[in-house]
């Protein structure tokens, strides 16, 4: 008797040690709810592609229904939030299929409460004006005066920006500025900031040569800068900013790219005099692609020709991503008309009743493009001569001649392509077929 009140003394003893533990960790670890959404939101435009991770660098979330997307007013809670190039991002779980998921969304197509950053401090640039400052996060706020007078910001204005906070899916900044010799504090939209972010300091590219290749500025008044990037001041003489006219024509030297943007180093003439300068690509039509220094210098830049100009495609934001991704992945060491006619095969292919007929479809097809085999596709980053290969391709320029099909020159797959198909254009270490 005596030896079995003392067995049960020892079980309640280890039970009593294991809900201790447990507790501990618990505690440590934080518990399976301590970390539950304080907040939620709402879809306000769908079907929106869940990610997997913050941004469009992200591929989009697959189940065994397809891809993860929430239809319009689906609910969803609110875990955490990034600011990715000037967009909130979320951090959301949600119900699907009776299971709890996990994902990324854009702010944008959300419509949460608000949240407040702290330590978004930073520098940042106004891209149009004037902007109004008002003296809270958002447009219900009054716009700020002084001295009876609105204060507003022009385009290129610089400030410092203090926190940052979520509106109805809007990054508004909280920011100070100086106003006729005074530091003032105010808040204003991020759609119309341009925030230095860390990445915009340095730069894992340096300055390529480029020789010589002329451009024209596609918008105006375009800010000349003093280096490569917004975090460098506009340039000016006799006290007056460095700004091009819209069509104003200018020489590109060297380029470096800056957060994934191509900016140029520039000369050009203002008032009769020469000037070197720095500019978004963004903002340049350069009329020869030279952006690769050693096709540069092999003469292999010409303007492409032999175009067929057919009908402008509509895609999607994703369609549109995904297909900049691919033209990279496969092309994005090669010339501009070779990058524009990857993009026609994939767009021929969605035409012909032999291949799915949506981007996202032709691309993932199993077999066809290596670079989703290999995940390559979700790791590149297009740069500006991909990006205009993939805008020339959906406005209809077609220099492939229909081709559905292209392979390198060098592969062993020529010789079989050629057994079963019409080869109809060549380009650089391409071949193609149709």
């Given at each position: 008797?005596?030896k079995?009140?003392?067995?049960?003394?020892?079980?309640?003893?280890?039970?009593?040690?294991?809900?201790?533990?447990?507790?501990?960790?618990?505690?440590?670890?934080?518990?399976g709810?301590?970390?539950?959404?304080?907040?939620?939101?709402?879809?306000?435009?769908?079907?929106?592609?869940?990610?997997?991770?913050?941004?469009?660098?992200?591929?989009?979330?697959?189940?065994?229904?397809?891809?993860?997307?929430?239809?319009?007013?689906?609910?969803?809670?609110?875990?955490?939030?990034?600011?990715?190039?000037?967009?909130?991002?979320?951090?959301?779980?949600?119900?699907?299929?009776?299971k709890?998921?996990?994902?990324y969304?854009?702010?944008?197509?959300?419509?949460?409460?608000?949240?407040?950053?702290?330590?978004?401090?930073?520098?940042?640039?106004?891209?149009?004006?004037?902007?109004?400052?008002?003296?809270?996060?958002g447009?219900?706020?009054?716009?700020?005066?002084?001295?009876?007078?609105?204060?507003?910001?022009?385009?290129?204005?610089?400030?410092?920006?203090?926190e940052?906070?979520?509106?109805?899916?809007?990054?508004?900044?909280?920011?100070?500025?100086?106003?006729?010799?005074?530091?003032?504090t105010?808040?204003?939209?991020?759609?119309?900031?341009?925030?230095?972010?860390?990445?915009?300091?340095?730069?894992?590219?340096?300055?390529?040569?480029?020789?010589?290749?002329?451009?024209?500025?596609?918008?105006?008044?375009?800010?000349?800068?003093?280096?490569?990037?917004?975090?460098?001041?506009?340039?000016?003489?006799?006290?007056?900013?460095?700004?091009?006219?819209?069509?104003?024509?200018?020489?590109?030297?060297?380029?470096?790219?800056?957060?994934?943007?191509?900016?140029?180093?520039?000369?050009?003439?203002?008032?009769?005099?020469?000037?070197?300068?720095?500019?978004?690509?963004?903002?340049?039509?350069?009329?020869?692609?030279?952006?690769?220094?050693?096709?540069?210098?092999?003469?292999?830049?010409?303007?492409?020709s032999?175009?067929?100009?057919?009908?402008?495609?509509?895609?999607?934001?994703?369609?549109?991503?995904?297909?900049?991704?691919?033209?990279?992945?496969?092309?994005?060491?090669?010339?501009?008309?070779?990058?524009?006619?990857?993009?026609?095969?994939?767009?021929?292919?969605?035409?012909?009743?032999?291949?799915?007929?949506?981007?996202?479809?032709?691309?993932?097809?199993?077999?066809?493009?290596?670079?989703?085999?290999?995940?390559?596709?979700n790791?590149?980053?297009?740069?500006?001569?991909?990006?205009?290969?993939?805008?020339?391709?959906?406005?209809?320029?077609?220099?492939?001649?229909?081709?559905?099909?292209?392979?390198?020159?060098?592969?062993?797959?020529?010789?079989?392509?050629?057994?079963?198909?019409?080869?109809?254009?060549?380009?650089?270490?391409?071949?193609?077929?149709?």
């Amino acid at each position: 008797m005596m030896k079995k009140r003392m067995n049960r003394a020892v079980r309640l003893a280890l039970v009593l040690c294991v809900i201790c533990l447990a507790g501990i960790f618990t505690a440590i670890l934080g518990g399976g709810k301590a970390n539950a959404a304080s907040k939620t939101g709402k879809v306000t435009e769908g079907p929106l592609n869940v990610r997997k991770g913050y941004g469009t660098d992200y591929s989009v979330m697959t189940d065994g229904s397809g891809r993860v997307q929430l239809a319009k007013g689906t609910k969803v809670s609110i875990l955490d939030s990034k600011k990715v190039s000037g967009t909130t991002w979320y951090k959301v779980s949600f119900t699907r299929n009776g299971k709890e998921k996990t994902g990324y969304v854009s702010g944008k197509y959300v419509s949460a409460g608000e949240t407040t950053i702290s330590g978004a401090t930073g520098s940042a640039t106004v891209t149009e004006g004037p902007l109004n400052v008002r003296t809270g996060y958002g447009t219900s706020y009054d716009v700020l005066t002084v001295n009876g007078s609105r204060v507003q910001l022009a385009a290129g204005e610089k400030v410092t920006t203090l926190e940052s906070k979520s509106v109805s899916g809007t990054t508004w900044y909280k920011i100070e500025f100086t106003r006729d010799g005074k530091t003032l504090t105010g808040y204003v939209s991020g759609a119309y900031l341009k925030v230095t972010e860390s990445s915009d300091d340095t730069s894992d590219d340096s300055p390529s040569t480029i020789t010589g290749a002329n451009a024209t500025v596609t918008e105006g008044p375009l800010n000349v800068r003093t280096g490569y990037g917004t975090s460098y001041d506009i340039m000016t003489v006799n006290g007056s900013r460095v700004q091009l006219a819209k069509g104003s024509r200018v020489k590109t030297v060297d380029y470096k790219k800056v957060s994934g943007t191509t900016w140029f180093k520039i000369q050009f003439t203002k008032n009769g005099e020469k000037l070197t300068g720095y500019v978004s690509g963004a903002f340049l039509d350069l009329d020869e692609e030279k952006i690769d220094s050693k096709k540069a210098a092999t003469g292999d830049s010409t303007e492409p020709s032999g175009e067929k100009k057919g009908t402008a495609i509509k895609v999607t934001e994703d369609e549109y991503d995904l297909l900049k991704r691919i033209v990279h992945a496969e092309a994005g060491d090669q010339s501009l008309k070779g990058r524009i006619m990857v993009a026609n095969v994939v767009l021929n292919r969605v035409a012909s009743s032999r291949f799915p007929n949506t981007i996202r479809a032709v691309i993932y097809q199993s077999g066809q493009f290596s670079p989703v085999r290999s995940g390559r596709i979700n790791t590149v980053k297009p740069d500006a001569t991909t990006i205009k290969a993939v805008d020339e391709a959906l406005t209809g320029a077609d220099y492939s001649n229909g081709a559905l099909f292209f392979c390198m020159k060098t592969s062993s797959s020529v010789a079989n392509f050629e057994k079963y198909h019409e080869r109809c254009a060549e380009e650089g270490d391409h071949v193609f077929f149709k």
